[in-house]
């Protein structure tokens, strides 16, 4: 449920490229275990002090007081996109959320402030586009001099450095046809046809436990990111609803989709990645670095100056583009169903097990790790599940930072439930999907196994 693309940053499925993944592991050292005469682990709530049940391989959680139903997370490096984001997210999440419920408007409109983000957009394409017209002026101007060929050919430069940025794949991402995935494809049309939207152009398959929309190039063309052990773990109607949310995304008006504020947030989020100095006066350098000190300094201001337009265009838009979030779950269930979305919103909580199934992998990378995950999702003891539910309803719990929180997506979905189910997905044509899912798995995995082991030697 990431988004790729509008927002990008790092990982959602999320940002953006890679959307943002839940990153992190659960605690197990804040509580203390002992073990009972019948075997069976207890441990001590650390806020209330009773005793609470242990599930060996899970966080300790307690049902009295809800310690510990979000353990403490790592803390991740996080993309500018996702700092941007989460700055963003609880400024004004709770009258938005108010206001969705109460009002029922979820389809993103003009406001002021979506004008406005719309205006600096502009502007920031017309500085670009200023250095294009200048480098014309000055071969008109002066003829075609060494010195004016030299100014113009600088000018054009700056234009190509500042040149919009719009969201690509990266080179792993391998999209695959209607041909190649009829079933799929299949799925997606019936789900496209429903919400009357474009149809998707291209899947790309990898092995997050995340799903994510994004369109990419010129063309604009509509690619969805399905993550394979996600989609594996989920019931038919769960994946219609998975799905419903991702092509939605092509449909309900995002602001920070579009290709102006899009594109906008992305050039600028690049030039602050150019324009940031390492070290304001290397002091290696000696002299030669305090000589560089100006010059640094004048960078940092334009990365600064960058980044904080950057996120005056986001937190413009954010209002309308969280709406537009709101509208994205509400026509997930209306092809879905209600039930099944609010059911995939809790399953997506699953990220600790699938974190465990990653760990895993390193240790055994040629098991299937597809089939692990769902081994491991089948035995989540009870109490994980509950404490899942729980999480999914506690204030303030996010999948990512381009989402409103999880219990407010669940209320508005509560607040006024589609009465109609457009797409029901069959457990035959779920079991093609499976059939013909299969054997994309393989490398699916072996990219994932190569990006933990990245991770782990960065
Ligand atoms: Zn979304
Ligand atoms: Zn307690």
Same mark, same amino acid.
Request: charged share 25%; aromatic share 10%; net charge positive.
């Given at each position: 449920m990431t988004d790729r693309g509008g927002d990008r940053g790092a990982d959602d499925t999320g940002n953006e490229y890679r959307a943002v993944f839940p990153a992190g592991? #659960?605690?197990f050292g804040s509580a203390s275990s002992l073990r009972s005469r019948s075997g069976s682990s207890t441990a001590?709530? &650390?806020h209330c002090r &009773?005793?609470?049940?242990?599930d060996p391989g899970y966080s300790p959680w307690c049902d009295r007081c809800g310690w510990n139903v979000q353990p403490v997370r790592e803390r991740q490096k996080r993309s500018l996109h996702d700092r941007l984001n989460r700055a963003l997210g #609880? &400024?004004?999440a709770k009258s938005l959320y108010d206001e969705v419920v109460r009002g029922r408007r979820l389809r993103p409109t003009l406001t002021l402030s979506s004008i406005l983000a719309f205006v600096l957009a502009s502007a920031v394409h017309g500085l670009t586009l200023s250095f294009v017209i200048l480098a014309a002026v000055v071969l008109v101007g002066g003829g075609l001099s060494v010195l004016s060929v030299v100014a113009a050919a600088v000018c054009l430069g700056i234009a190509w450095l500042l040149r919009p940025r719009l969201p690509r794949l990266s080179e792993d991402d391998r999209v695959l046809s209607r041909e190649q995935l009829p079933a799929t494809f299949g799925l997606l049309d019936d789900i496209a046809a429903s919400l009357k939207t474009r149809r998707i152009d291209g899947v790309v398959l990898d092995a997050r436990f995340n799903a994510a929309?994004?369109?990419?190039?010129?063309r604009r063309r509509r690619i969805v990111f399905i993550g394979l052990p996600l989609l594996a773990v989920l019931e038919p109607q769960e994946r219609v609803?998975?799905?419903g949310h991702e092509v939605a995304h092509g449909a309900n008006g995002d602001p920070r989709r579009t290709f102006?504020?899009?594109a906008a947030i992305d050039s600028l989020v690049t030039w602050y990645e150019l324009l940031y100095p390492d070290e304001l006066a290397p002091p290696e350098e000696g002299v030669v670095g305090l000589a560089a000190l100006p010059a640094n300094l004048m960078l940092l201001a334009l990365a600064k100056l960058a980044y904080g337009t950057a996120y005056l265009v986001a937190l413009l838009s954010w209002r309308e583009s969280q709406r537009a979030e709101y509208l994205a779950d509400h026509l997930a269930a209306t092809v879905a169903g209600t039930p099944a979305t609010i059911a995939l919103f809790e399953k997506l909580h699953l990220t600790s097990t699938y974190e465990r199934a990653v760990q895993g992998l390193a240790v055994n #990378? *040629?098991? *299937?790790?597809v089939a692990e995950f769902q081994q491991r999702v089948a035995v989540v003891p009870d109490r994980e599940r509950e404490r899942m539910r729980r999480l999914a309803r506690l204030e303030g719990a996010r999948l990512d930072a381009t989402h409103p929180p999880t219990p407010d997506r669940v209320g508005a979905l509560r607040q006024h439930p589609p009465s109609i189910q457009l797409v029901t997905l069959s457990h035959s044509r779920s079991q093609q999907i499976d059939a013909e899912l299969q054997s994309f798995r393989a490398a699916a995995q072996q990219r994932l196994a190569d990006e933990a082991t990245d991770t782990l030697y960065a």
């Open positions: 592991s #659960p605690t001590e709530c &650390r &009773r005793p609470v049940p242990v #609880p &400024r004004s929309f994004t369109q990419i190039g010129w609803a998975l799905l102006l504020a899009g #990378p *040629d098991k *299937d790790f």
